[in-house]
């Protein structure tokens, strides 16, 4: 409370000089004051932890909590990615192009920079990519814009003349009662990009504004800008333009180059045509799965699904792998192997998989080995397995690969059978080659 009290105290929890002499007037300082008592405590602690001594910022949290409602959990975020400096900052022409308080309204809807640190992107994405990354994420995207907007559509058609048009994202903010024109690139800022836009915003408001809908306001997000450059740029323009940057902190590596190669085999991330292949070698076949906490004997949609989830997968872990067979007529996928990083120069084994019809053939061996040769060049000094006790082929597996008992665990229960198991786990020194 003695926080509380320190960071609101000035000016909002003292009485009002107008109310001792009896006048009946609110002032911003009596709205304030009755803002702080409007939210749960729970809210006040994460803001008093993020603005310390800061109260035009916690007022300004306070204030957004009200006016949207906000959970603790949608609060956070916004204290997280720092909305505060980052409301209203966007360059724009508004207070030139818009009547007031359109102008100041538009400018305070901006953000500068956007926050897109919701999507699971890799390194060197396409443009492309990102914007089918916004639209996957919807909820969040609108989230991050703020309130009142409404998503209307993607790649939205206009017919120019005669030509057509396409808008990378088209919304209606129902508090500004106007179509907001979006336009998103992953380089830096240009001058030619305020034609285009303007372009496009002069066309809305041609073509779908109705009477009563205010000016279309058009909202640039590039990866970034020379805001002096951006300032010129949005001056020269008659259509309400705004300028914003955005930030991905944290890019996920593209690991789609990872390849292990052996005389037979090689592993590398999957495509999603290879669910054809994979469940007629092994997702179609109940004795595939014996030994593994997954559901036996897909359909082909569900082979399908379970393909789209081994993509996700494979793109967040770097040796999360399917292995194909070399052949005659190209490659064959024959199953999965993976291995990850779970200390400094330990790697373990996240599951080796191929079809029954490829099992006693030394596959098995020269998956193992190379998973081991790979994580060696990469610095690890242990490699760890695991195996069920009553998998007799696993256990001869790792024993001709030259693995030595660690340990045994507890007892488990398959969710799938009720069958009572242990984990027998075994690790391989990689400093000496056997």
Same mark, same amino acid.
């Given at each position: 409370?003695?926080?509380f009290?320190?960071?609101y105290?000035?000016?909002t929890?003292?009485p009002q000089?107008v109310?001792q002499l009896g ?9 304030? $004051?009755m803002n702080?008592?409007?939210?749960p +405590?729970?809210?006040h602690?994460?803001i008093?932890d993020k603005c310390?001594?800061?109260?035009n910022k916690?007022l300004?949290y306070?204030?957004?909590?009200l006016?949207n409602? +906000? ?7 916004f204290?997280d990615?720092n909305l505060?400096e980052?409301q209203?900052?966007a360059?724009?022409n508004?207070e030139?192009?818009l009547?007031a308080?359109q102008s100041?309204?538009?400018?305070e809807?901006t953000k500068d ?6 999507l699971?992107?890799?390194e ?9 990354a916004?639209m996957?994420?919807?909820?969040q995207?609108l989230l991050?814009l703020?309130?009142g907007?409404a ?5 939205y058609r206009?017919?120019?003349?005669d030509?057509? !048009?396409?808008?990378d994202?088209?919304?209606?903010n129902i508090?500004l009662?106007?179509?907001v024109?979006?336009e ?7 001058p030619g990009d305020?034609g285009?836009?303007g372009t ?6 041609g073509?779908l *504004?109705?009477? &009563?809908d205010a000016?279309?306001?058009g909202l640039?997000?590039?990866k970034?800008?020379?805001n002096v ?5 949005v001056? @020269?323009?008659?259509?309400p333009v705004?300028i914003?940057e ?5 890019l996920m ?5 990872v390849?292990?190669?052996t005389?037979n085999?090689i592993m ?6 290879? +669910?054809?292949q994979?469940?007629?070698?092994i997702?179609?076949?109940p004795? @595939?799965?014996?030994?593994m906490l997954?559901k036996i004997d897909?359909s082909e949609e569900e082979?399908?699904? *379970? ?7 494979q @793109?967040?872990e770097k040796?999360a792998?399917t292995?194909?067979?070399k ?5 064959e996928?024959?199953g +999965?192997?993976?291995?990850r ?5 330990v790697y373990?084994?996240m599951g ?8 006693g053939k030394?596959?098995?061996k !020269? ?10 060049? !990469? &610095? ?7 195996? *069920?006790?009553k ?7 790792q ?7 660690d340990?045994r ?16 786990n075994?690790k391989?020194?990689? $400093?000496?080659?056997?």
């Open positions: 409370m003695h926080q009290y320190r960071l105290s000035e000016e929890i003292t000089a109310a006048e009946v007037e609110i002032t911003p300082q009596d709205v304030a $004051q702080i008592f409007m939210i +405590w729970g809210h602690r994460f008093i310390k001594d800061d109260r916690a300004f306070v204030e957004k909590t006016e409602n +906000w959970s603790r959990a949608v609060l956070q975020n204290l990615t505060y980052r209203g900052k360059i724009s508004f030139k192009t009547p308080p100041d309204l538009a400018q809807m920079p956007y926050n897109f640190d919701f699971t992107i890799t060197g994405y396409y443009e492309k990519e990102l914007k089918d916004l996957n994420n919807i909820s995207f991050e703020g309130t907007f998503f209307v559509g993607r790649e206009l017919e120019v003349g030509t057509e !048009q396409f808008i994202m088209l919304f209606y508090t009662h106007c179509y024109v979006i998103v690139k992953i380089r830096a800022f240009e305020m285009q836009i496009y915003v002069a066309a809305v408001d073509i *504004r109705k009477e &009563g000016p279309t306001v640039l997000v590039c970034n800008k020379d450059l951006a300032q010129y740029a001056n @020269s323009s008659n259509a705004g914003s955005y930030e991905l902190s944290d590596p593209d690991y789609s180059e390849v292990i190669e005389s085999l590398k991330k999957a495509v999603f045509d290879d +669910w054809e994979l469940y007629r070698n997702t179609s076949r004795e @595939s799965a014996k030994y997954w897909d082979s399908k699904d *379970r393909m789209l989830r081994t993509l996700d997968f @793109s967040k040796y792998l292995v194909y067979l052949t005659e007529s190209g490659l996928a024959i +999965w192997a993976s291995m990083e779970v200390n400094p120069g373990e084994d080796i998989a191929i079809g029954p019809d490829f099992v030394g596959y098995g !020269q998956i193992l080995n190379a998973l081991c040769d790979e994580a060696r060049n !990469q &610095g690890a000094k242990e490699f760890h397995c695991s195996y *069920r006790e998998n007799l082929a696993s256990k001869r597996l024993d001709v690969c030259g693995f030595k008992f340990y665990s507890e007892e488990k229960t398959d969710s799938r059978t009720g069958e009572i198991y242990v984990v027998v075994a391989k020194d990689l $400093q000496y080659v056997v």
